[in-house]
């Protein structure tokens, strides 16, 4: 497994990115019974920069906290078997890894939604990064069914690693303690 992060804002999370995207994205394959090593590409951006992104790669001229680029079409979610069909452009040729794809985050939003949900700054960027990466292995939310079927994995990966909504803005507390040992295992 790859993770490549870039943060082109002057933001430091009181965290580790990576290996936070790290966990989620072992919790996630794990999971969604992958059977291959993955990469993935995090862009940490602000809300300019996640507007202008937003604008140039899906015509929406606004900010928003995430967004998603998988590099596989599945035909459905989590059936993998569609990257061995497009295999020169699904895995990386040098390590044989799949191209799971990209996710660009607004530093900005996820701080300000992790005040607006009374959660920690933690638990903010765990969730954005969970949503991506069940993205990128091909479910959606678009309808009623769909989100559903997204939220329940999202919060049973989150959950997985210990990360809860309990957990507390203040990231010394003992539940954020909690949630930053579960990452450490």
């Known amino acids: ?4 992060v870039e943060n082109e804002t002057d933001v430091e999370f009181p965290f580790d990115a990576q290996e936070v995207l790290e966990k989620i994205m072992e919790t996630v394959m794990e999971m969604e019974h992958c059977p291959y090593e993955t990469t993935v590409s995090l862009l940490l951006t602000d809300n300019a920069g996640i507007r202008i992104y937003n604008r140039q790669y899906r015509e929406i001229d606004r900010e928003t906290d995430v967004i998603s680029f998988p590099n596989i079409a599945f035909e459905k979610a989590g059936d993998f078997s569609a990257a061995e069909a497009d295999e020169a452009d699904c895995f990386d040729p040098d390590s044989g890894e799949l191209l799971l ?6 530093v900005e939003r996820t701080a300000s939604q992790a005040e607006e949900y009374g959660h920690s700054l933690l638990r903010e960027f765990a969730f954005l990064t969970a949503h991506s990466m069940f ?6 939310h678009m309808e009623p069914q769909e989100a559903a079927v997204m939220e329940q994995k999202q919060e049973e990966a989150l959950s997985r690693l210990g ?11 003992p539940a954020a303690e909690k949630g930053a040992q579960a990452l450490d295992t």
């Open 101 to 106: 794809g990209d996710i660009i985050l607004s």
């Open 1 to 4: 497994m790859t993770s490549y």
């Open 135 to 140: 993205h990128l292995c091909g479910y959606d």
């Open 163 to 173: 990360i809860t909504r309990e957990l507390q803005r203040a990231e010394e507390t």
